[in-house]
């Protein structure tokens, strides 16, 4: 990493546009990327800095030399997205929200690390030293699928050609078309024995098939676009252990499950039930350690898998046991009350969606994560557990209308005016949106979005964790000391 590379020091701390402190453009978090600039400006307190796409001034004494593990858990509406960058700068994509164009929103995790890659590190590339699918329903795969799909290149400020990701992870199990049904694959002796592995394994089952079955829809098109940039890819289970390109002396990622079975030697997944029970119940769950922290991923993991893992770790249940979880499946209530206790987080982290018909996260959840959580009290105030939910966090500025102006003639509109307004509307997940009409007058201007992504920051003792708030853009922050 190049010398001129520092880090915020302090929980946050503002960035000036002037060495004369009267305007804050940004509020800096801890842990966050800067990069120096040489400037006549600098005084004794201030050093000009590059950060989040801004150029401005800081406090000298809140800019050091050590680097966090960050988490961004992304607000993508229905689904998942998360980004993991290491203590040594390595980026893990977990997971993307539904494809954009079956966003609300019309924005995915693939935005964020446009983000995040362009405007906040000042790159013409995106580096990714791995891309994570933890299962294969849409709402998790589709943001990743937008990174590499050339097709969707006018979405993003850097192009598709440049986007370059180390290796592509993923569960095994595949959406797959055998006659006119789509299915995981065949079911024998109540195994799913069907299972993707690597990229060559992938091309295959794209292109040519294997007994009958092929990969399938949009799933098939996703891999169609690994296959397309070579991505060498993986399947990984609990037989993976740590994922060996990422570990260190002080960092690894343990994969806990999927638990692989076994079928006539080949390698195999117990069926849950149906295919949703499948594709949920079979996520990749990763547990992140660094120093004393543990942080566990669940993907969408539901109350039957949750049984089986259980059963499978049964006296070892203790490697649930975790300072942060992302809560299974946005909040549903098809969870188990045991696994959660094994669980005992200090903050679980909700990925739930805006105008979505599954009610997430459910009451019982949040309640239940609440009590399970592991307690901490000081000076009568709860420190832990901490629940957030990206839902929750997310703002919107709502303004009244009063009247259009047409910039060709000047022409002025007010509300004495009758006017309609037709407009598409796309709820999460559908494939196509609603058209709709309304009174012109009746709706509310959208004034600005502040998507609810939750940080978690840590050295490895102390964690951070920081929502945007509406106010000023300033952060609301919440800091814990890891139990392990």
Known sequence: MAQSIKYINEETTPLYQNSDKKKVVSHLLWGDRV?????????????????????GFVTKTHVGDTPLLELYFIDV??????????PDEKHIMID???????????????DFIDWKFKKDYGMNSIELDAMIASHNDADHYGGLWDLINPDQQYELDIDTANVNVGKFYHAG????????SRN???????????????????????????????????????MKCLINKQVPSQRISNKTGNLEPFETDDFKINV????????????????????????????ITLRLDYKSVRILLTGDLNLESQKRILSFYENNESEFACDIVKSCHHGSDDCSFEFLTHVSAGATIISSGDAEGHCHPRPSIVAA?????????????????????????????????????????GEIINSKTKMDVTYKETNAGDLNPATKTKSFWDKKIVGGIIYGLVNVRTDGKKILCATMSEKNNEWDIKTFNSRF
């Open 35 to 55: 990069q120096l600039k040489n400037s006549s400006e600098n005084t004794d307190e201030l050093i000009k800095v590059r950060a989040r796409g801004w150029e």
């Open 77 to 86: 509406g229905q689904g998942d997205g998360i980004l993991v960058k290491t």
């Open 96 to 110: 993307g929200g539904y494809k954009r164009a079956s966003q609300q929103s019309g924005k995915n995790a693939a």
């Open 173 to 180: 199990v595949g959406w797959f078309s055998k006659g006119s």
């Open 184 to 222: 995981l694959g065949p079911v024998v002796n109540k195994k799913l024995t069907l299972l993707m592995d690597d990229l060559e394994d992938i091309t295959q089952l794209t292109e040519t098939g294997r007994d009958g079955y092929k990969l399938q829809g949009e799933w098939a098109s996703f």
């Open 256 to 283: 806990l499950a999927p638990i692989e079975l076994e079928h006539n030697g080949k390698p195999a997944y117990e069926s849950l039930g149906g295919s949703s029970q499948n594709t949920n119940g079979h996520s």
């Open 369 to 409: 994560s609440g009590i399970t959580g592991y307690k901490t009290i000081r000076n009568d105030k709860i420190i832990t557990p901490l629940v957030y939910s990206t839902e929750i966090s997310r703002s919107y500025k709502l303004g009244k209308m009063e009247q259009l102006k047409v910039k060709s003639s």
